[in-house]
């Protein structure tokens, strides 16, 4: 059983910063490619960021360099560190797994980015 626990969240203003956090639960972690997902308010879920279970990575176009995603192995925990906040970064971001075809997300943590 895969379960993944979102934090971090919160209200930061334009041109703050924020690091959310992914505790995901199961001994095979480090095998897992991770991702970060974001769900703005009447807008549909989008990838925000990726990294395999070798580190690497990558990002969607509206990053532009501000955010970075990173993992621990040895705390079974992914990380998106994001730099330059801007209003439209205001939405629910979720991590997500697959593990054995089976998709996981977690429940999400809310930023909220204000002027």
């Known amino acids: 059983q895969v379960q993944l626990v979102e934090s971090g969240g919160g209200l930061v203003q334009a041109g703050g910063s924020l690091r959310l956090s992914c505790a995901a639960s199961g001994r095979t972690f480090s095998a897992w490619s991770m991702g970060w997902y974001r769900q703005a308010p009447g807008k549909e879920r989008e990838l925000v960021a990726r990294?395999?279970?070798?580190?690497?990575?990558n990002y969607a176009d509206f990053v532009q360099g501000r955010f970075a995603i990173s993992r621990d192995n040895a705390e079974n925990t992914v990380y998106l560190q994001m730099n330059s906040l801007k209003l439209e970064d205001t939405a629910v971001y979720y991590c997500?797994?697959?593990?054995?075809?089976?998709?996981?997300w977690g429940k999400g943590t809310l930023v909220t980015v204000s002027s």
């Open positions: 997500y797994t697959n593990v054995g075809g089976v998709d996981y």
């Open positions: 990294i395999s279970s070798r580190s690497s990575t």
